[in-house]
């Protein structure tokens, strides 16, 4: 029998593979290490999954795309983004995963966004594969009709790769509703079919489901309580820190409150927004989702409990949780210190790695709750594949009944995320639970299915 210690090394070796291969991808390296470092133990206990060639197949994607995305701006002048789509694992179902608009995207930063997609996606217990697209495309301060011009451009050679049975595109960063719309528009029109299945996210009245714009951070705040209930506590009077002030941060502001808490910050690129009377929800959401400006303007208006700090951390912010809701790498290892001194509780991530590596060791050292990621916001892509079953058996639910089967997900991937860790002997840590949890489901259909 293959020991751990030997196992690590095979993995290490296998780490330092693909870095070779994949050259200048740091997140892609990021997300393969956290996920590799966790395995050892799984690994050395299944001898299946030692078999070579599994986990060397498991971190190549099964399909890489990347094409050339030319549209107009307002004055006539021709722009040209790159698209992505990484189609990373079909092996329980269709590619699922985001769409990213946004200057800081690449093939690394796809990658690793893909590779999370498919331990978040197999946690959800759901029939959905992991994948992820998006483009260097920047929606800040374009007009509508640029956004939908570039759209369709990107759409044009997107739809040949996509389908409701092969790979089913979403929202992330830069894309929400405006944009899942306009490119919808273009597929149907290029196809001839309405297959509603092909993307979600849709608007409500045209294939959209309740609920899924809530889902990430309804689902993270729910994971964030179960985590709290393991050590006897809940959200009542608890003070939260959120970072971001897109979909994700606005749904999470909005459970925290509904729940007790008090959820005191939201950020963006500028700066960070206090307000120690608790966001405002009407008044953030009028800023963001329809005047699509910035957090400074809430502190503008919001009078005397607000104040904007430009610049800054968000984590400099005393609080009992922390919810990083913006993006990846934002809460390094000086801003986990902070969080600690002040006596945080729990860290659960709404985004896609904000925390990182160094940060995890040093809140997990501390005792503090940490969820990660593809556990903690998979809420997200869970009511995107309910968006699917919907829109396969052409009905929709009631907003009741897919909060009700949210939160039965997010209870069931905690569990799931627990009850792994402590067979693994690592109790209470649901890195190592997330990941192990997820390979064993992705790993044993692969074996079953065959080397493809
Ligand atoms: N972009 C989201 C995520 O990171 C949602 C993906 C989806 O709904 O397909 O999980």
Redesign the pocket.
């Known amino acids: 029998m293959t020991t751990r210690s030997e196992t690590q090394t095979t993995l290490d070796h296998l780490l330092t593979e693909i870095e070779h291969r994949n050259p200048a991808q740091p997140e892609f390296h990021q997300a393969a290490h956290e996920v590799l470092e966790t395995l050892a133990p799984v690994v050395a206990a299944r001898p299946e999954y030692a078999e070579p060639g599994l986990i060397e197949r498991l971190v190549e994607p099964e399909r890489q795309v990347m094409f050339r995305v030319p549209w107009q701006d307002d004055q006539g002048r021709v722009r040209v983004n790159r698209g992505f789509r990484v189609e990373f694992n079909s092996a329980l179902g269709p590619y699922?995963?985001?769409l990213?608009f946004h200057p800081s995207v690449n093939l690394g930063v796809i990658k690793f966004?893909g590779f999370?997609?498919i331990f978040?996606n197999a946690l959800t217990g759901l029939g959905?594969g992991g994948g992820?697209g998006g483009s260097d495309f920047d929606p800040h301060g374009r007009s509508d009709a640029e956004v939908m011009r570039f759209c369709q451009s990107f759409m044009t050679e997107l739809y040949r790769h996509i389908g409701e049975h092969t790979d089913?595109?979403?929202?992330?960063i830069g894309v929400g509703g405006r944009e899942i719309g306009y490119l919808f528009g273009q597929y149907r029109r290029i196809t001839n079919r309405w297959e509603s299945g092909v993307l979600?996210?849709k608007g409500q009245g045209w294939g959209g489901s309740l609920i899924?714009p809530e889902a990430?951070g309804y689902g993270n705040v729910l994971f964030a309580a179960a985590m709290l209930r393991e050590r006897g506590e809940d959200l009542e009077g608890q003070t939260a820190v959120v970072s971001g002030s897109g979909n994700v941060a606005i749904y999470t502001i909005e459970k925290l409150t509904a729940l007790g808490a008090n959820a005191v910050t939201c950020s963006d690129s500028s700066g960070y927004v206090v307000d120690e009377k608790g966001i405002d929800l009407d008044l953030l959401k009028q800023i963001k989702e329809v005047e699509r400006g910035r957090v400074d303007a809430y502190a503008e208006r919001r009078g005397t409990s607000a104040r904007f700090v430009p610049g800054g951390s968000v984590w400099d912010v005393p609080a009992d949780l922390a919810l990083p809701s913006a993006t990846q790498n934002e809460l390094d290892e000086n801003a986990a210190a902070t969080l600690v001194r002040n006596g945080v509780k729990a860290v659960s991530e709404g985004a896609?790695m904000p925390t990182t590596p160094e940060a995890v060791h040093l809140l997990q050292k501390a005792g503090v709750a940490f969820g990660p990621?593809k556990a903690a916001?998979?809420g997200?892509?869970a009511?995107?594949a309910l968006e699917m079953a919907q829109n396969h058996a052409r009905t929709s639910w009631t907003a009741a009944r897919v909060e009700e089967e949210l939160a039965d997900i997010m209870t069931s991937i905690h569990t799931t995320c627990h009850e792994t860790a402590e067979r693994y002997d690592a109790p209470g840590d649901y890195v190592t639970g997330a990941n192990i949890a997820g390979f064993e489901r992705v790993a044993d259909a692969m074996l079953a299915q065959g080397v493809i």
């Open positions: 699922k995963g985001g990213r966004l999370e997609q978040k959905i992820k089913v595109p979403a929202g992330d979600t996210g899924r990430t896609n990621g916001n998979a997200g892509v009511v995107s």
